[in-house]
């Protein structure tokens, strides 16, 4: 079984700063691209950013300049950087895995979700 479970959310208001954490385990045996994605009530779900394994990374435009996707490959966690946070950044963000499961292949994997709430 692989799990991939979240970590840092919370409240904080526009300005703050957050850092979310999603760590892999289990029977991986290589974890290729990394995700972040959030889904605000009422609104379909959107990818943040991606991180590959050798460390390329892309953004949505929304969070350009203020959001930074990082990983250690060693602890198969990724993370996300939130500056400047702002209200429209209110949502659940999940964590999304592609990774080889040994001796059943490749497969993407979410987690649970840990909300993010931007108020005054």
């Known amino acids: 079984q692989v799990q991939l479970v979240e970590s840092g959310g919370g409240l904080v208001q526009p300005g703050g700063s957050l850092r979310l954490s999603c760590a892999a385990s289990?029977?991986?045996?290589?974890?290729?691209?990394m995700c972040w994605y959030r889904q605000a009530p009422g609104k379909q779900r959107e990818l943040v950013a991606a991180?590959?394994?050798?460390?390329?990374?892309n953004y949505a435009d929304s969070v350009k300049g203020r959001f930074t996707i990082s990983r250690d490959n060693a602890k198969n966690t990724v993370y996300l950087q939130m500056n400047s946070l702002k209200p429209d950044d209110t949502a659940v963000y999940y964590c999304?895995?592609?990774?080889?499961?040994?001796?059943?292949?490749?497969?993407?994997?979410w987690g649970q979700g840990t909300q993010v709430t931007v108020s005054s």
């Open positions: 999304n895995a592609d990774l080889w499961v040994a001796g059943a292949g490749i497969y993407d994997y």
């Open positions: 991180v590959t394994r050798g460390g390329s990374t």
């Open positions: 289990g029977s991986i045996v290589t974890i290729n691209t």
